[in-house]
C-alpha cells in the first residue's frame, strides 16, 4: 500500500514538472512569422550563352530575299516604264517632225500656185541693118579664134623645137652610170630663169638607184644654160619650170 502511494506521488511530481516546462517554453517562444529574414544574395556573374533562334533566322533570311528580288523587280519595271516613255518620245519628235516637213511643203506649194505666171517676152524685132551688124560681129570672133589657134599652134611648134634642144644638149652631157639597166627612170624637175640659166634642179621620182639619179643631175648642171624663148609668157608656162625623165634606152622631156 506504501508503496503504491509513493509511486501515486511520483508519477504526479513528474507531470507537475513537465507541465511547467511546457508553459515556461510556450512563454518563451515567439512565431517564425514576427521576425525579420535577412536574404544575402551571393555576388556571382551569371554567363549565359546566347543562341539564335533557327525559326526567326529563316524568316529573317526569307524577308530579306524577298525584299531584294522586289527592289530588284521594282528597277526593271521603272527600267521599262522609262524605255516606254523614251521610245514614246522618240516617236512622237519624229511624227512632229515629219508633219512640220509636210506643212512647209503644202505652204511653199501653195505659194508656188499663187505666183502668176509671167509670159515670156517676144524677143526684139531687128533691122536689117542690127542682122548685118550682128553677122559682121560674128565673122570677126570667128576670124580671131581662127588667128588665136594657128597663133597656138605655132607656139607649141616653137616649144616644141626648144624642148628638142635642152634633149640634145642634156644626152650630150649624160654619162650614163655602169649599173644603169633597162627599166630604170629617174624624174627630174628642172628650174630656170628668162636668161635660161638652171637655178636648180631636184629629183622628183627617184630611179632606185643612187649612181643612177646622180648621173642625171650631173648631166643638167653641166648644161648650165639652155636656149629659151624671148616670149616671157611662153618661157613661163612652158620653161621656167619642167620635168624630164631619164632612161637608160632614151630621154624624155
Known amino acids: ?13 513528474a507531470v507537475t514538472l513537465h507541465a511547467g ?3 515556461l517554453l510556450l512563454h518563451s517562444w515567439e512565431p517564425e512569422r514576427n521576425r525579420e529574414v535577412t536574404i544575402v544574395e551571393p555576388l556571382y556573374i551569371d554567363a549565359s550563352v546566347v543562341r ?20 530588284i523587280r521594282k528597277k526593271k519595271e521603272a527600267d521599262r516604264q522609262a524605255r516606254i516613255k523614251k521610245d514614246r518620245l522618240a516617236k512622237a519628235k519624229k511624227q512632229a517632225e515629219v508633219e512640220a516637213k509636210q506643212e512647209a511643203e503644202r505652204i511653199a506649194n501653195s505659194r508656188i500656185r499663187e505666183i502668176p505666171r509671167e509670159e515670156p517676152e517676144p524677143p526684139p524685132e531687128t533691122s536689117n541693118e542690127d542682122e548685118r551688124l550682128l ?13 588665136e589657134y594657128r597663133k597656138a599652134v605655132t607656139d ?40 635660161g640659166d638652171v637655178v636648180n634642179v ?17 648631166a643638167v648642171q653641166k648644161t648650165e644654160r639652155f636656149v629659151v624663148p624671148d ?13 624630164i625623165v631619164f632612161r637608160p634606152e632614151d630621154l624624155r622631156l
Open 21 to 23: 516546462v511546457v508553459a
Open 135 to 147: 553677122m559682121e560681129k560674128a565673122l570677126a570672133l570667128a576670124i580671131q579664134d581662127e588667128q
Open 231 to 243: 616670149d616671157s609668157r611662153q618661157f613661163e608656162r612652158n620653161f621656167r619650170e619642167f620635168e
Open 156 to 195: 607649141d611648134e616653137k616649144a616644141m623645137a626648144y624642148v628638142a634642144q635642152i634633149k640634145r644638149e642634156i644626152g650630150q652631157n649624160w654619162s650614163r652610170p655602169p649599173s644603169a639597166r633597162n627599166g630604170m627612170q629617174a624624174v627630174l624637175r628642172v628650174f630656170l630663169v628668162p636668161t
Open 202 to 218: 631636184t629629183v622628183e621620182d627617184s630611179s632606185g638607184n643612187e649612181a643612177f639619179d646622180r648621173s642625171a643631175v650631173l
Open 52 to 71: 539564335e533562334n533557327p525559326h526567326r533566322a529563316k524568316k529573317e533570311r526569307e524577308k530579306a530575299e524577298a525584299d531584294r528580288k522586289n527592289r
Open 1 to 13: 500500500m506504501n508503496t503504491s502511494g509513493s509511486y501515486l506521488l511520483s508519477f504526479m511530481l
